[in-house]
T-cell receptor, first 112, second 110 residues
């Protein structure tokens, strides 16, 4: 079946602009995660959605970051007034609960 | 707060040599997961260990969970160029949130 998909695969934006990153999880997966990975670094947790529960936003680095998940499926991560330090690969993952996470290919964001 | 450390950060081996990466948690883990990320790719789940002292094998890969459930290791026997990538361990920070180790990057000389 189809895996986790993300779009766009690459995004170059000017400092100060807003960007939206999209994630389509695996069908039927109730849990959805966003991570950020800087070059050569580990995975930084950003936000978690589980069904209709309130999301865990504890990893969002600033109030410029927000995310929503509509209808328990597609999720959008929005970064407002982008800064150069926001440049990274943004990874989305989904799971069926406490099981392993399936990652999408990521969106490489470059802020110039 | 809870931390998951991995060593070494990098390992450069000759093809055919063995490789081991170690994962250590500051707290007891209910389980540990291992992921592999190929260069330019995304993390891919390899395995989950749950029981104290558990050992699991996948072909040339051997995974071990410590008796105290605070450490784990991944050993690759006779590395191949296809083993190149970064190996991450991950432990649950809560019932759903994983904390990932910093990863060990494996380079293999053909």
């Amino acid at each position: 079946g189809a895996g986790v998909s993300q779009s766009p695969s690459n995004k170059v934006t000017e400092k100060g602009k807003d960007v939206e990153l999209r994630c389509d999880p695996i069908s039927g997966h109730t849990a959805l995660y966003w991570y950020r990975q800087s070059l050569g670094q580990g995975l930084e947790f950003l936000i978690y959605f589980q069904g209709n529960s309130a999301p865990d936003k504890s990893g969002l680095p600033s109030d410029r970051f927000s995310a929503e998940r509509t209808g328990g499926s597609v999720s959008t991560l929005t970064i407002q007034r982008t800064q150069q330090e926001d440049s990274a690969v943004y990874l989305c993952a989904s799971s069926s609960g406490r099981a392993e996470q399936y990652f999408g290919p990521g969106t490489r964001l470059t802020v110039t | 707060g809870q931390q998951v450390m991995q060593i070494p950060q990098y390992q450069h081996v000759q093809e055919g040599e063995d490789f081991t990466t170690y994962c250590n948690s500051s707290t007891t883990l209910s389980n540990i997961q291992w992921y592999k990320q190929r260069p330019g790719g995304h993390p891919v789940f390899l395995i989950q260990l749950v029981k104290s002292g558990e050992v699991k094998k996948q072909k040339r890969l051997t995974f071990q969970f410590g008796e105290a459930k605070k450490n784990s290791s991944l050993h690759i026997t006779a590395t191949q160029t296809t083993d190149v990538g970064t190996y991450f361990c991950a432990g649950p920070l809560s019932s759903y949130k994983l904390i990932f180790g910093s990863g060990t990057r494996l380079l293999v000389r053909p």
